[in-house]
């Protein structure tokens, strides 16, 4: 299934939610962990998969801090005292999927 069209701030676009670029948005730990940079920046959270790589540079702690767990499991860090409760709700614009066993992802 593909995703929805999403319009950014500055008029870009991208491809949020509905699992796009896998099996119905299914993905394994070394699938996530592929995908370790500012440009190209996923991250787990409690099991999900989200692309953070258009949110990276607004990120209000700095690029730094989000890269920190770049294709790795950000649960720790995102449930952090730093994150205000808004940021929870906003965070599932950017799922793609979530994390399954080695081999079962197409």
């Known amino acids: 299934m593909l995703g929805q069209i999403a319009s950014l701030p500055g008029g870009?676009?991208?491809?949020?939610?509905?699992?796009y670029g896998g099996a119905a948005g299914e993905y394994?730990?070394?699938?996530?962990?592929?995908?370790?940079?500012k440009d190209d920046l996923w991250v787990v959270i409690k099991g999900k998969v989200y692309d953070l790589t258009e949110y990276a540079d607004e990120h209000p702690?700095?690029?730094a801090a989000i890269?920190?767990?770049a294709g790795g499991d950000a649960t720790a860090g995102f449930f952090g005292p730093q994150h205000p409760s808004r940021v929870h709700d906003m965070v599932d614009e950017y799922k793609i999927g979530v994390i399954v066993d080695e081999g079962k992802a197409a």
Do not use: L
Request: glycine share 24%; net charge positive; aromatic share 0%.
């Open 28 to 37: 394994t730990v070394s699938e996530v962990a592929k995908h370790d940079t």
């Open 12 to 19: 870009g676009k991208r491809v949020v939610g509905g699992g």
């Open 67 to 69: 890269t920190k767990h």
């Open 61 to 63: 702690g700095g690029v």
